[in-house]
């Protein structure tokens, strides 16, 4: 089945500081990438949607200049936190469609990237 | 934002029962999909319908589409102490379009 890793799993970082998260897909070739925010105990909320190749779609409210993503390959796609604030801390979960494999829009989540900026 | 709401927001069952969980949307969908997570993790996919499509199965899954309320609900049947987790819907409003999530139900199954 169609695998999305990230890495780093958990990162703390000072506050002002710039954390990067990689997201990939395994085993397939994703031309959309979509990055998500979880607070706790809360719903998934959409950040940006990240093609390949052009530049990213950013959510209402999102500070495209505070997190700047890219997709340079069909396998990987990457969110910078820039000059991250405590308020940045939270749970970034990246996820990639496989349009080769016929789904049905179906898209295929990374395990999740703990973020804490003390 | 939010598309929907689920209720209810938690449950607690015993094993063996059955869970069911529901989901409200607002606009129009060309798909609705059921996803899992497991605390602190990513999410896993478990069942898609589609709008013209009215109920599905899958294992001891079972979800319902009615488009004329705007609803969905998911059934699990013969909970399990390992169905505990948080459950999502998500539509998507066109064939490719981003998923929008509910806010989740946390179910809790007791063995």
């Known amino acids: 089945g169609a695998v999305v890793s990230q890495h780093p799993s958990r990162v703390i970082c000072k506050s002002g500081t710039s954390v990067k998260i990689e997201c990939r897909s395994l085993d397939f070739q994703a031309t959309t990438m979509f990055w998500y925010r979880q607070f706790p105990k809360q719903s998934l909320m959409l950040m940006a949607t990240s093609n390949e190749g052009s530049k990213a779609t950013y959510e209402q409210g999102v500070e495209k200049d505070k997190f700047l993503i890219n997709h340079a390959s069909l396998t990987l796609s990457t969110l910078t936190v820039t000059s991250a604030h405590p308020e940045d801390s939270s749970f970034y979960i990246c996820s990639a469609r496989d349009y080769t494999s016929g789904g049905y829009n179906e898209q295929f989540f990374g395990p999740g990237t703990r973020l804490t900026v003390l | 934002s939010q598309q929907g709401e689920e209720d209810p927001q938690a449950l607690s069952i015993q094993e063996g029962e059955n869970a069911t969980m529901n989901c409200s949307y607002k606009t129009s969908i060309n798909n609705l999909q059921w996803y899992r997570q497991n605390s602190g993790r990513g999410l896993v996919h478990l069942i898609l319908?589609?709008?013209?499509?009215r109920e599905k199965h899958s294992g001891r899954l079972r979800v319902t589409l009615d488009t004329s309320k705007k609803s969905s609900s998911l059934l699990i049947t013969a909970s399990r102490a390992a169905d505990t987790a948080s459950y999502f819907c998500?539509?998507?409003?066109?064939?490719?379009?981003?998923?929008?999530f509910g806010a989740g139900t946390i179910l809790r199954v007791k063995s």
């Open positions: 998500a539509t998507a409003m066109e064939y490719g379009n981003k998923l929008v």
């Open positions: 319908i589609r709008s013209n499509e």
